[in-house]
């Protein structure tokens, strides 16, 4: 089984859409961690950067990369692309590829994926997309228009596969479509609970999704669903190390996604 684990590079405030807020985190503190927990593990990891992040934090890119980590484009800012014409989409995906340089992925801000957006990435030379939860439950509360007929089919669960050409690596829910997508929030909340049921996973890929703020303590913010920040820090830290872990003890190979595209190392 192939296993990537995959960071979601984006600001604090990106991370709330529900509303816009003041509250940040220490960014630089939150890759700080992160690089230490990959280091601790000797393991890959795709970074799906922000163009705005990294025209913010330029150093921090440079760092991911010079540290043999993948970068791939997560948009140029954090927007709900099925709210975007195709025109709105394609100027958004090149300018995050003039700033961030040669990339191969893409995942979609809010996982907001269609078969438009696919043309397009196909169009722009990106070799594979990781936008889509193959689950009945979408994971973010703000997309309400989802194509159910790109997520659902139980050959669409823990494999690669086209849509209109492009390569589709799905994110990963757990036991099957009915089950919870595999990321930083159903990590804070049942991470002990996924990391013992690890061994029944039997999938060609496993893939992890996280973000910065999950790695330090986030803060509060009045508003947003209760689960939002909950176990952020160290408790999340923890729980995910278990889960990698339990992942390095079975038949698994820790990789890039491009790598698993077959696009890279």
């Known amino acids: 089984m192939k296993v990537c684990l995959t960071i979601d590079m984006e600001e604090f405030n990106d991370s709330v859409i529900w509303k816009d807020v003041e509250k940040k985190i220490d960014i630089v503190e939150a890759w700080k961690k992160i690089k230490k927990f990959l280091e601790g593990?000797?393991?890959p990891a795709t970074f799906f950067v922000l163009g705005t992040f990294a025209e913010k934090y330029p150093d921090i890119v440079k760092s991911i990369r010079d540290r043999g980590y993948e970068v791939g484009s997560h948009f140029q800012s954090h927007q709900n692309l099925y709210l975007l014409g195709d025109d709105e989409v394609r100027k958004g995906v090149r300018m995050s590829k003039k700033v961030l340089g040669k990339v191969k992925g893409f995942r979609a801000p809010m996982y907001s994926m269609h078969k438009g957006i696919a043309k397009i990435l196909k169009d722009e030379n990106f070799v594979y997309d990781s936008s889509v939860f193959p689950s009945i439950f979408y994971p973010h509360p703000s997309i309400r228009n989802v194509e159910k007929k790109l997520r659902i089919g139980s050959e669409r669960i823990g494999a690669?596969?086209?849509?209109?050409?492009?390569?589709?690596?799905?994110l990963t829910v757990f036991p099957s479509y009915i089950g919870l997508p595999i990321t930083g929030t159903t990590i804070r909340l049942y991470g002990g609970?996924?990391?013992?049921?690890?061994?029944?996973?039997?999938k060609e890929v496993f893939v992890?999704?996280?973000h910065p703020f999950e790695f330090v303590g986030a803060p509060h913010v009045k508003g947003t669903p209760w689960w939002f920040s909950i176990n952020s820090g160290q408790p999340f830290v923890d729980r995910l190390r278990s889960i990698i872990r339990n992942l390095k003890r079975m038949d698994t190979n820790f990789e890039t996604m491009a790598s698993v595209a077959g696009c890279g190392s």
Do not use: C, H
Not at 160 to 170: C, R, S
Not at 193 to 202: E, G, M
């Open 208 to 210: 992890v999704n996280v």
């Open 160 to 170: 690669p596969y086209k849509i209109d050409g492009l390569l589709e690596i799905p």
């Open 193 to 202: 609970l996924i990391s013992s049921l690890l061994k029944f996973y039997r």
């Open 41 to 43: 593990f000797d393991i």
